[in-house]
């Protein structure tokens, strides 16, 4: 049962991928995913690697297109059905309302790691000043030196564009945030770092939507877990 209260909510979504490079073979992967994120709640999704989690997130952020179902976000006071929402629409709710972060970081050349995670306020209308302020208190907050502040992340260490980029995208204070693995490689006081903001979104009154495989995370986080696997088709 889906009430005003979800944030978001998933009904009979199903996706197939088209294999065109092998004559239009149709591969299916999801079928009636059904699930729902209330305001304060982290949803975790679990299963084995293949089973389509990521290709859930993705749905949802509206990287792939579904074949059935709906996807409904609330942002900004109306509810969008992602699923049959225009490109410029997907576009207008991540901008409003919804955050995808994932383990890896997109480095822009000759661009600061400063402004790689201010970015995304600045974007919001942000003034500079305080854009940047604020990414520096969460670049310390991640732990990364300052001395690195003003150098883009292209050269960095793997686990320093990790927390370049989470720090970019856990910034922002989206009302509904996809987690595609956030604490893959951290140590373990980043990982800390993490768990902690998650819990102040959901105090905030964020709705998560993320895949943990560390059992301790996910402990900490998980209001509610949702099984792949009983959405997964055979090929």
């Excluded at 895949?211 to 959405?231: L, N, P």
């Amino acid at each position: 049962m889906k009430t005003a209260m979800n944030a978001l909510a998933l009904t009979d979504v199903t996706k197939t991928f088209t294999m065109h490079l092998q004559g239009g073979l149709r591969l299916p992967v999801l079928r009636n995913v059904t699930f729902d994120a209330a305001p304060g709640q982290c949803v975790v999704l679990t299963g084995p690697s293949g089973a389509g989690k990521s290709s859930v997130l993705k749905l949802i952020y509206g990287n792939y297109r579904c074949d059935e179902g709906s996807i409904l976000v609330s942002a900004g006071g109306s509810t969008v059905d992602i699923a049959a929402a225009a490109p410029r629409e997907i576009l207008s709710v991540r901008q409003r309302a919804l955050g995808y972060v994932t383990q890896f970081l997109r480095a822009v050349p000759r661009v600061s790691a400063l402004d790689i995670v201010a970015e995304p306020l600045m974007s919001k209308g942000v003034a500079r000043d305080e854009a940047t302020s604020r990414a520096a208190a969460m670049l310390k907050r991640f732990n990364v030196p300052e001395r690195l502040w003003s150098l883009p992340p292209s050269t960095f260490s793997g686990g320093e564009q990790q927390r370049i980029n989470l720090a970019r995208g856990l910034l922002p204070e989206h009302p509904i945030l996809l987690l595609d693995e956030p604490t893959a490689s951290l140590d373990a006081n980043n990982r800390a770092v993490v768990v902690d903001i998650i819990r102040e979104r959901k105090q905030q009154g964020a709705a998560i939507v993320a895949i943990v495989h560390d059992d301790a995370v996910r402990e900490q986080i998980a209001d509610a877990a949702v099984d792949v696997t009983h959405f997964a088709t055979a090929a």
